[in-house]
Nanobody, 121 residues
Framework: QVPLVESGGGSVQAGGSLRLSCAVS????????MGWFRQAPKERERVASIDNGGGITYADSVKGRFTISKDSAKNTLYLQMSSLKVEDTAMYYC????????????????WGQGTPVTVSS
């Protein structure tokens, strides 16, 4: 059973919205920091993360446009993306850290397989 499964990606025009979901199952540390990352041709970058106390951080490039949230009862992490830009085009991954606080990327131990987002002008 794949522990993290993303969904909700797709193609959208600039200015549009998408909501990504990440279903958490199996042995994944549900008390761990959870995050969304993306990777385009350049290196993978953190988009948003939420620690086990509810503390949230965003990359500067998405502040005011993206919202991360989680529903613990449904074991699901979300990323609401609005006012999408062409430069948001990437493969989006959810990940869970081994710690309740949000570490550097290397501390995220469980990763989904990704869902693609394409934003056209």
């Amino acid at each position: 059973q794949v522990p993290l499964v993303e969904s909700g990606g797709g193609s959208v025009q600039a200015g549009g919205s998408l909501r990504l979901s990440c279903a958490v199952s199996g042995y994944v540390n549900r008390d761990g920091c959870m995050g969304w990352f993306r990777q385009a041709p350049k290196e993978r970058e953190r988009v948003a993360s939420i620690d086990n106390g509810g503390g949230i951080t965003y990359a500067d490039s998405v502040k005011g446009r993206f919202t991360i949230s989680k529903d613990s009862a449904k074991n699901t992490l979300y990323l609401q993306m609005s006012s999408l830009k062409v430069e948001d085009t990437a493969m989006y991954y959810c990940a869970v850290a081994g710690t309740g606080y949000c570490p550097s990327m290397e501390g995220f131990v469980d990763w989904g397989q990704g869902t693609p987002v394409t934003v056209s002008s």
